[in-house]
């Protein structure tokens, strides 16, 4: 098969024929339709994360059909599955045990850890695939896996908030802003200094208002959440939030955050990580989106092109999401920023 392999940290991917991989026990072989670009691809590129595997190939927002069943497994052959970030754990540690598997030690994590949806075939733990609604395209559905779900988790630990922050609006942002509107609430979108583009489609979205990241919005905020990787961006944040307001750095790995006085987190502000997703996460974003309805904004690349994609993303040349078409799939919008 066709696989874009990661043998070097801070090198392209490589084009290569490997071998179909075998499912084992509790296994499944999905023939992959497409597979989202996210920004914890490049983390994975540029070797910002711990425990890594090389090589490796990339990808975990992963749409695809089963086309092999592993031992005890029970979904049938031909059905249409999601795979995401989170690709096993431990199932009996405490973390485990108490509904915080993202939180697991033994974790293993899609396009990390287990080769991902970079190529025309992958293997996934059966108790890690997620049913997709029947109302998506391949393509449509891709970033529900990771900018949906882990952004849907962020979104969660802003509680009741009605004014909402979002520092940066890439992905998840471009979700979660139409999740946000569907409960109430709203949004004020923060972007790279002088992107007007993404701030105007920020507005298209719902925004109430968009800007600068290096300015306040015209009133304070109950929450924000930063989607960018930026450190600097935590203090701004607590300055923007009101008393009792929360951040959340909803990234797995972020650059040093600056040191700040006190004064910015107290008067019982909150900030706070978010690390992965559950599978009732899963659950519950991938019922929830079809009621919204959650629209999302792609970009196309074919598999050879994943470098393209993935720089693309690094410097933000699209609005919305950049997925990956293997060709194993009828693609019913082709053209770029496609809604």
């Not at 049938?76 to 096993?88: A, D, E, N, S, T």
């Not at 924000?224 to 203090?235: H, K, S, T, Y």
Request: aromatic share 8%; net charge neutral; with cysteine.
């Amino acid at each position: 098969m066709r696989a874009m392999v990661l043998h070097k940290h801070h090198s392209p991917l490589q084009l290569s024929d490997v071998p179909i991989p075998k499912p084992g026990k509790g296994q499944l072989l999905i023939r992959v339709h497409v597979c989202g670009v996210c920004r914890t691809d490049l983390h994975v590129m540029d070797g910002e994360l711990p425990n890594p595997i090389l090589p490796i190939i990339p990808g975990h927002q992963i749409v695809g059909t089963i086309a092999e069943q592993g031992e005890g497994t029970k979904l049938p052959i031909g059905m249409r599955v999601g795979i995401p970030w989170l690709g096993g754990c431990c199932q009996h540690c405490s973390f485990c045990l108490s509904g915080r598997e993202n939180l697991c030690n033994q974790a293993s994590y899609t396009g990390f850890q287990i080769n991902g949806g970079f190529a025309d075939y992958c293997v996934a733990n059966e108790a890690f695939c997620f049913p997709l609604p029947a109302n998506y395209s391949d393509e449509k559905v891709a970033p529900l896996l990771c900018a949906g779900l882990i952004g849907y988790r962020s979104l969660r630990f802003t509680g009741n908030s009605k004014r909402l922050g979002f520092y940066g609006f890439g992905a998840a942002a471009h979700i979660q802003i139409q999740v946000a509107a569907y409960l109430g609430k709203e949004v004020y979108a923060f972007t790279r200094p002088g992107d007007v583009k993404t701030q105007e489609f920020a507005r298209s979205l719902g925004a109430v208002w968009s800007g600068d990241s290096d300015v306040f919005p015209p009133v304070k905020l109950d929450a924000a959440i930063i989607f960018a990787p930026v450190g600097e961006l935590v203090p701004q944040a607590l300055r923007a939030v009101d008393k009792g307001g929360v951040v959340v750095c909803a990234g797995i790995h972020m650059s040093d955050i600056p040191s700040f006085p006190y004064e910015l987190l107290w008067e019982e502000r909150v900030l706070r990580s978010v690390a992965n997703l559950t599978r009732q996460d899963g659950k519950e974003f991938l019922d929830l989106a079809p009621k919204v309805p959650v629209s999302t904004t792609i970009t196309p690349y074919p598999l050879e092109r994943a470098n393209e994609a993935l720089e693309d993303l690094r410097h933000g040349k699209f609005q919305g999401a950049a997925v990956i078409i293997l060709g194993n799939s009828e693609v019913r919008s082709q053209d770029k920023g496609s809604q």
